[in-house]
């Protein structure tokens, strides 16, 4: 159970291209679903959390315009990355978490890899 | 000081033997506390949860949790070259509202 599906799981595309990747609860309602984003040999870095039928709550630096998610739904969450550039490029990985009790693990998605040219 | 912290390793044991892997958090009113693994270029992916002092035991893997001294660890018995990745301790720190807040990780070798 709990199972994450996140797509596309590698990205290319040239510099000025928006990008959205979707984040899916198969077996479960997610009621919250959060965006992470690594870069080599880094640490996780929490960009937002997202719950289901409102606004998203960004973290420090993370520039809403720039990174949009959208919650419609108990199962899904996309973060669009709008004119991408070179820097953006990461690891992204997004992650689930059933219900709205916060002591239950979050389980995440297999993670995007995008890279800008 | 950070909310999470683990040492970062890497931390080489041999094969059979035991990797004991530490994190102290800052807040004692913390309540969940999870431990992830994450191989080289993957995401993370969840080996235990525990919400209540004492040892949490799952396959070859035991949690500890001493919320008195604020800390929680992770015993691998047996450890094995599969077992080589970077462990990732998370704590739903107090006043964290819906997330859980993350170390930084320590990455462990298994010589074989």
């Known amino acids: 159970g709990a199972v994450v599906s996140q797509h596309p799981s590698r990205v290319i595309c040239k510099s000025g291209t928006s990008v959205k990747i979707e984040c899916r609860s198969l077996?479960?309602?997610?009621?919250?679903m959060f965006w992470y984003r690594q870069f080599p040999k880094q640490s996780l870095m929490l960009m937002a959390t997202s719950n289901e039928g409102s606004k998203a709550t960004y973290e420090q630096g993370v520039e809403k315009d720039k990174f949009l998610i959208n919650h419609a739904s108990l199962t899904l969450s996309t973060l669009t990355v709008t004119s991408a550039h070179p820097e953006d490029s990461s690891f992204y990985i997004c992650?689930?978490?059933?219900?709205?009790?916060?002591?239950?693990?979050?389980?995440f998605g297999d993670g995007t890899r995008l890279s800008i040219l | 000081q950070k909310e999470v912290e683990q040492n970062s390793g890497p931390l080489s044991v041999p094969e059979g033997a035991i990797a004991s892997l530490n994190c102290t958090y800052s807040?004692?009113?913390?309540?969940?506390f999870f431990w992830y693994r994450q191989y080289s270029g993957k995401s993370p992916e969840l080996i235990m949860s525990i919400y209540s002092n004492g040892d949490k035991e799952d396959g070859r893997f035991t949690a500890q949790l001493n919320k008195a001294s604020q800390y929680v660890s992770l015993l691998i018995r047996d450890s094995q070259p599969s077992d080589s990745a970077t462990y990732l301790c998370a704590v739903n720190l107090a006043g964290g509202y819906q997330k859980v807040t993350f170390g930084t990780g320590t990455k462990l070798q298994v010589i074989p």
């Open positions: 992650s689930a978490r059933t219900g709205g009790d916060s002591n239950q693990p979050q389980h």
């Open positions: 807040d004692r009113v913390s309540q969940s």
């Open positions: 077996d479960f309602q997610a009621t919250t």
